[in-house]
């Protein structure tokens, strides 16, 4: 039975993936990729997890493929580097099971910390690379990857982009086929999947081999198909720029829409280059194609019109390469305020951040997830912030610079629990190993909240909802060896503040823990006794503010200013009752509401 | 049929993704080929938000260019103003009569813009619309998107879709009724006949 859908990228791969059978599948949550395992978590036929990072996903699809199941991983952009290093051995080794994994980049940083072009990853690890243009080609192309990954014994990376995850188009789609689990055993082992030397030596030419084959399926792959029509103009493109193209130029321009785009069909490109006039390379990012074009000595015109940053889109095709430009209505930029994301009104960080941006002389490494957002005004608590987990490490390097300058310059260390689970705690490891004084605060919020609240190590759940161990951070702080650990909540301010005194009085590594479930989270029965369900209402009495604006500066989104009456008020609908405001009140005018 | 744009803005937490969800989905039961595209992550907490929606016969692009949307729905004035050159010649603009201050404002680094309906009406033709206030009236303030929704669909037209139908097998059933209700009222503020830009509803 045929069923037909809009579906977003992410939906269609999950579909795919789950109907050619896939046995496991893995993934670190990451924008915008998190929303694949979310939706394959809802198949019972196969185990979805989340990993605690790239790396320990890329490894556990690993062990799956070579014990004989479908396996798959999902990740963002960057993640790919995290879990590079198991990437580039085993595509040495082919695969058992079949091997897919998604790279999802995000082309104009919408929710990222670089825009790097991940196509590059497949010539440089030497693996087959599929490129869906929407949701159709996700769905069939993750379906059909499993099989293309077993009969050319090759990884397969799927290679989307933000417009092709988060965008909607319809799919058909069809059953779950079931797939025999392969045999496994430790000669296959020690012949296949045992990367010493003198195994690595051998599998290296019969990667050049694999790459041959592939590179003859890339000509007749129905992935990489012409569409002719007018051939004055010849357009070789991929992924959504293909139908940004189309947008611009319909059936003005023949097309070479390239699916499988490593190895590249380069014969038939050139038949197609040899038919056309202009030959255009319309690509997003990096100058990809182009390169391998112009490698092959085809004359075509790319990144020297279309830009190289930023996402592309069809205006910008148009400009480039038709001069054209759609009127538009102009508005004065003095009529438009920015709005960038804040803490949400009741964020437990909120608290920790009012704390810690008073604090002078230090520097404050911050990490990936919301807690990013406390640098913003007028919370203003944060220096730097590099990757995701990075924060502990930089901060300790940062510490023993301070330390021999001598300037008496602390460093504190700002992590997420998913982010200390993901590879935070390695930082922490340096830190406590070469004696630095880091004070490293995990702000520890029950979820992994950025990306939209999935499981990690210390929830206590899976991703298909089993109840599992719930790793306490603390614990493993303290058996790494670390003798200073408190944890505070960080809605009560006198707690955060005198636990970041505290820390800092000692010339010794901390890690201090500010523990309080976020406020858009779905509390778990454990999160409700422990805490309850902050349902109460604060509000300004008028006649006894003093008009200091001490409450806005909190940054909570749930209180305003009143410019007129000079007295700020709250939004009870937005109010999530967390007190603070209430507490850096310095005239007691803030109250609860029920209680007036 | 030409490929229709339809852009829905607003402020992380207002509900254009409900909005998006039953328009799509009556357009793909009706026939249409449909794309539709909006951005997830950091922008969900509190910031500027965007929903396009495009449909016809053969859809390419998930996303409408500048000077191409047909109509433009914006959930908070500003919004309005912040993605008018998405705007197309002789396109329509629906918006909410709510201000909501970004953290620059609340901040006071910044102050919200006094008179952005007037420029909105100045620039295009412009349905404002009180839905926040509506909402309330009708007892829940969440209800607000669907009443800008119903004005959307009585400015599309479509006689064959019927959206009560698609509201009612997409929100919550204990939902239904207050949706229903709400998709009437944003219809029954569209005036039968318009003219350009004059009126204030």
């Known amino acids: 039975m045929i069923m037909k859908e809009l579906m977003t990228g992410n939906e269609a791969i999950a579909r795919g993936v789950y109907e050619a059978g896939c046995n496991f599948a893995t993934a670190y949550p990451g924008t915008p990729s998190t929303e694949i395992l979310e939706n394959l978590s809802h198949y019972k036929e196969l185990k979805a997890e989340w990993a605690p990072n790239e790396k320990v996903a890329m490894e556990a699809a690993i062990g799956a493929s070579i014990a004989g199941g479908r396996a798959f991983a999902s990740m963002k952009h960057v993640g790919v580097n995290v879990g590079a290093d198991p990437l580039f051995t085993y595509a040495y080794m082919g695969v058992n099971g079949g091997f897919v994994f998604v790279s999802a980049d995000d082309p104009g940083m919408h929710s990222s910390q670089n825009e790097q072009d991940n196509r590059n990853y497949a010539p440089f690890a030497r693996i087959a690379m599929l490129e869906p243009s929407d949701s159709r080609e996700c769905y069939e192309m993750s379906r059909d990857a499993f099989d293309l990954s077993e009969k050319y014994n090759t990884t397969v990376m799927i290679r989307t982009t933000t417009r092709v995850n988060h965008s909607k188009s319809l799919v058909e789609y069809g059953e779950r086929r079931e797939v025999p689990i392969k045999d496994y055993n430790r000669d296959m082992g020690r012949t296949r999947f045992d990367a010493v030397p003198a195994l690595s030596k051998k599998l290296r030419v019969e990667l050049e081999k694999r790459l041959k084959a592939l590179r003859e399926y890339s000509e007749k792959s129905p992935y990489n198909f012409i569409e002719w029509n007018d051939k004055r103009i010849g357009i070789v493109t991929s992924g959504v720029s293909y139908n940004y193209a189309k947008e611009v130029f319909g059936d003005k321009a023949s097309y070479f829409k390239l699916g499988f785009t490593y190895p590249l069909p380069i014969e038939k490109l050139k038949r197609f280059s040899d038919e056309v006039e202009t030959l255009y390379v319309i690509e997003e990012l990096d100058p990809y194609l182009e390169r391998h074009l112009k490698e092959a000595g085809i004359k075509c015109i790319g990144k020297e019109k279309i830009p190289a940053i930023d996402e592309l889109n069809p205006d910008i095709i148009a400009k480039a390469l038709l001069g054209q430009k759609e009127d538009t209505i102009e508005v004065d930029p003095e009529d438009i305020i920015s709005r960038p994301p804040t803490l949400c009104a009741g964020c437990p960080h909120r608290g920790f951040f009012y704390e810690l941006g008073k604090i002078k002389n230090i520097m404050i490494a911050s990490d990936i997830g919301c807690y990013g957002l406390g640098g913003a005004e007028p919370l203003n608590a944060k220096d730097t912030c590099i990757c995701m987990g990075g924060s502990a490490g930089t901060g300790h390097g940062a510490q023993t610079i301070f330390d021999q300058k001598g300037n008496g310059k602390r460093v504190v260390a700002v992590m997420g629990d998913s982010t200390f689970f993901a590879t935070g705690m390695n930082g922490v490891e340096d830190a406590l190993y070469n004696k630095s004084k880091l004070i490293t605060a995990v702000l520890d919020n029950r979820t992994t909240a950025m990306t939209g609240h999935q499981e990690n190590p210390g929830t206590g759940y899976t991703a298909q909802g089993d109840v599992t161990t719930a790793i306490k951070i603390e614990d493993v702080v303290s058996a790494m060896g670390c003798k200073n650990v408190r944890k505070f909540n960080p809605h009560d301010l006198k707690e955060t503040k005198d636990t970041l005194n505290w820390a800092l009085s000692l010339d010794e590594p901390s890690v201090i823990i500010a523990r309080y479930p976020c406020a858009l989270k779905k509390y778990s029965n454990e999160d409700i006794e422990k805490y309850g369900i902050l349902n109460k209402k604060y509000t300004v009495d008028e006649e006894k503010c003093i008009g200091c604006k001490a409450c806005i500066r909190t940054g909570c989104p749930a209180i305003m200013f009143d410019t007129d009456k000079r007295k700020a008020y709250i939004d009870t609908v937005q109010c999530a009752g967390c007190s603070v405001c209430a507490q850096v009140c310095p005239a007691n005018s803030i109250g609860l509401k029920e209680a007036r | ?201």
Not at chain 2, 177 to 182: M, R, S, T, V, Y
């Open chain 2, 1 to 201: 049929m030409a490929v229709t744009n339809i852009l829905l803005v607003g402020v992380g937490g207002q509900g254009t993704v409900l909005v998006s969800n039953v328009l799509t989905k009556g357009l793909v039961e009706a026939g249409y080929d449909v794309k539709m595209s909006e951005i997830h992550g950091m922008a969900q907490r509190g910031g500027s938000v965007s929903t396009q929606v495009r449909f016809g016969d053969k859809v390419y692009s998930p996303i409408i260019g500048e000077g191409q949307a047909d109509i433009i729905v914006s959930f908070e004035k500003m919004e309005a103003l912040r993605y008018l050159k998405f705007l197309k010649a002789g396109g329509k603009v629906i918006v909410n009569d709510e201000a909501l201050p970004s953290a620059p404002v609340q901040a006071g680094k910044a102050v919200y813009p006094k008179n952005t309906l007037d420029i909105l009406r100045k620039k295009a033709d412009t349905m404002v619309i009180e839905a926040s206030k509506v909402a309330e009236e009708l007892g829940n303030g969440k209800v607000a998107n669907i009443v800008l929704f119903g004005a959307l669909a009585r400015l599309m037209n479509l006689s064959n879709i019927d959206w009560k139908d698609v509201i009612s097998r997409t929100v919550k059933p204990k939902f239904v009724e207050i949706n229903k209700k709400a998709f009437d009222k944003g219809q029954s503020l569209v005036p039968e006949r318009r003219n350009n830009g004059a009126e204030e509803l």
